[in-house]
C-alpha cells in the first residue's frame, strides 16, 4: 500500500497479480483517446496540475 506521506491515506495498492492489459487497452482506446481527441492542443500536450506547471513536448511535432 501506498499512503500519502501528510493524511496517511490510502493513494494506491500494489502486488504482483497478472494486470488486466486487454481492458486497460480498451479504457484507453475508448475513453481516453476520445476525450484527448476532442481536446484542442493545449489540453493533448499541456497538463497544468493544481500546484504547478507540467509541459511536455513531443519533439515529433516540430518540423526539422
Partial sequence: MIENAVTGAAMARVGNEALDVQA???????????????????????????RGVAVHINAFNFPV
Fill in 24 to 50: 486497460m487497452l480498451a479504457h484507453a482506446r475508448n475513453v481516453g483517446g476520445a476525450n484527448l481527441r476532442k481536446s484542442a492542443f493545449l489540453g493533448q500536450h499541456i497538463c497544468t496540475p493544481l
